[in-house]
């Protein structure tokens, strides 16, 4: 009994150090999993803080989507009000242009109508013109002839008239001069005379008409050849 005993005595001690040992390899185990779990936990931590960044970042995105979103939306709205109001005054363009068209037609016609009164206008001008032309150059031509029949007809009224004078002065006047009487003579049908011709047709003296032939000579008005006794009319006065 006694030995039994004191195995028993022995093998107690045995059995509660195996058990601690396998307490302690237990804690061991459990000090890793709770350290293992406690490194998980903290991760999982951390992934979580950076989801929430994610979410906060991703909500701040949405805000700001949503607000961009209503932001067009707006702005469709008011495209849409523009492209009625726009359709409306292209209903309404379409109207006037109708209306316009209607007109132009109208303006054509009546264009066309214009165009061909006018050719008819242009062409009764250009008649008229062509009469007017014709009617000018015979104008022209009758009043070219007015003046040259006047102008000749003035001409000979002025000779006339200073042929009266001239005929008064050498007849009445001068008719006593002996000069006056020699240009007489020359200025009749022949403008070259012999001396004594003249002295027979003027009455006076041959000395008294041989001083007046050679002073007319010396007033170039006549000529006189000394060899034939002719004297010729170099001037003529009327």
């Known amino acids: 009994m006694n030995d039994e005993k004191w195995f028993l005595g022995r093998e107690e001690p045995m059995e509660v150090i195996e058990e601690i040992n396998s307490v302690n390899t237990l804690l061991k185990e459990i000090c890793g999993r709770v350290e293992s779990v406690n490194h998980k936990v903290a991760e999982i931590t951390y992934i979580l803080a950076s989801r929430d960044r994610e979410i906060e970042e991703k909500n701040a995105e949405i805000n700001r989507l949503s607000s961009i979103l209503k932001t067009k939306e707006e702005e469709l709205n008011k495209i849409k009000s523009d492209i009625e109001r726009l359709q409306k005054e292209l209903e309404i363009t379409r109207e006037n242009l109708a209306k316009t068209e209607r007109t132009l037609e109208a303006t054509k ?70 000069h006056a009487k020699v240009l007489y003579l020359l200025h009749g049908a022949k403008n070259v005379m012999k001396r004594k011709e003249i002295t027979e047709a003027a009455g006076f003296q041959p000395a008294v008409i041989l001083k007046s032939i050679h002073d007319l000579a010396n007033a170039k008005l006549v000529e006189y050849n000394l060899e034939s006794e002719e004297v010729r009319l170099i001037r003529r006065i009327y």
């Open 109 to 178: 016609e009546t264009v066309t109508a214009k165009d061909e009164e006018l050719a008819k206008v242009l062409k009764e001008r250009n008649k008229l013109e062509e009469e007017l032309k014709s009617i000018r150059e015979q104008l022209s031509r009758i009043s070219k002839m007015y003046r040259e029949m006047t102008k000749e007809k003035e001409e000979i009224e002025d000779v006339r008239r200073l042929l009266s004078i001239y005929i008064t002065l050498l007849e009445d006047v001068f008719g006593g001069q002996p």
